[in-house]
């Protein structure tokens, strides 16, 4: 808490003039990254027909309605992913916290698992079938939040360590019921759920981008302004109360909003691992603790994490494409035993 104090001194809206600048280059990386993920694929685009826009309709094609909608899905996925494991960090106190700690992306990928196995016909034949993945997950979501809000009333002020328990559980029972799901399935399904839970940005449209969109942007706006309250929970709950902090009405908007960002984020793009827990960690090592810095930095290097790592996945075996969560968790791996070593050595 003293590292934050000392970070507020002589700050502006995002922190200090240090952190100011940190925030402009990761904004020039994203958009390199950004730029780059347009550009590359199995299909080269130049750089001069991407500005002129003087290529092919081919190309104009690939770009308007494969890459573009792909690489903003990817963004505000990074970025969702991103800001929700440093706002949940905040407001457990726990640098091992992420999206998926309190079952919020375990839900979500049930709800989609539910339909790949129970609907594959109609997600296949009928019009309104690519409808069915992101919104049986945005349910599925919801149903674990409204059980995590069920569970945990009536303990006050120790409820964020009773809702951690409960994720835990909810965690390993969807875990089970995935199980099943995937015995029961057929090899296409199978197939399907396999990748799916791997995670990818392929398939994503216009249609399905932009609700997805508004709910994931309306959601980190939200997210934002709770970065000095989150400051100062780092006190303590009972002491934030005291100078302040409505901490139940604190804890409902943070839960509200990273289940919604989070279960928008996993119906399309299914289960990405580690972006949630190693971002926020860099955002830190890079600029500091306070998170008027730390939750803006969080969502843009999210953001160009995500880019870039879903440019490998399509770039490495080109046609084909990688699963996006084996990148991730082949980037987040080291790095999350790396930072147990440092918790452990240094008392992080």
Request: glycine share 10%.
């Amino acid at each position: 808490m003293v590292k934050i104090l000392k970070s507020q001194q002589g700050t502006t809206r995002f922190g200090t003039k240090k952190q100011i600048s940190i925030l402009f280059f990761i904004s020039i990386f994203c958009l390199i990254a950004f730029l780059l993920a347009i550009a590359n694929g199995s299909y080269q685009i130049s750089f001069t027909e991407l500005f002129a826009g003087s290529g092919q309709n081919i190309q104009q094609i690939v770009i308007t309605e494969i890459r573009l909608p792909r690489v903003l899905l990817s963004c505000l996925v990074g970025a969702s992913l991103g800001m929700s494991g440093a706002v949940l960090q905040g407001l457990f106190r726990n640098p091992l916290a992420d999206p998926g700690l309190i079952g919020v992306s375990a839900g979500a990928a049930l709800g989609a698992s539910i339909a790949i196995v129970i609907t594959p016909a109609f997600i296949a034949e009928s019009s309104l079938g690519v409808f069915v993945l992101p919104i049986s997950g945005v349910l599925g979501a919801s149903f674990v939040i409204a059980l995590l809000f069920a569970l945990t009333k009536g303990f006050g002020y120790q409820g964020i360590t009773y809702l951690l328990l409960v994720g835990i559980a909810v965690n390993a029972i969807v875990g089970v019921a995935i199980g099943v799901l995937t015995y029961i399935s057929t090899d296409s399904e199978l197939r399907t759920l396999t990748f799916w839970t791997m995670g990818s940005f392929g398939g994503i449209n216009w249609s399905l981008l932009i609700p997805a969109s508004i709910v994931i942007t309306l959601s980190i706006f939200l997210l934002i302004p709770t970065s000095r309250q989150l400051d100062l929970v780092q006190l303590g709950e009972i002491e934030a109360y005291r100078l302040g902090v409505d901490v139940k009405k604190l804890k409902v908007r943070i839960i509200l909003c990273c289940a919604s960002c989070v279960g928008a984020s996993v119906a399309l793009s299914g289960m990405i691992g580690f972006v949630g827990l190693i971002v926020p960690h860099l955002a830190r090592l890079i600029g500091g603790v306070s998170h008027r810095y730390l939750l803006p930095a969080s969502a843009l290097l999210g953001a160009c994490i995500m880019v870039s790592a879903d440019l490998l996945a399509r770039v490495i075996i080109q046609p084909a494409e990688l699963p996006i969560g084996l990148i991730t968790s082949a980037i987040g791996s080291p790095f999350f035993l790396w930072l147990i070593f440092k918790m452990k050595k240094n008392d992080y």
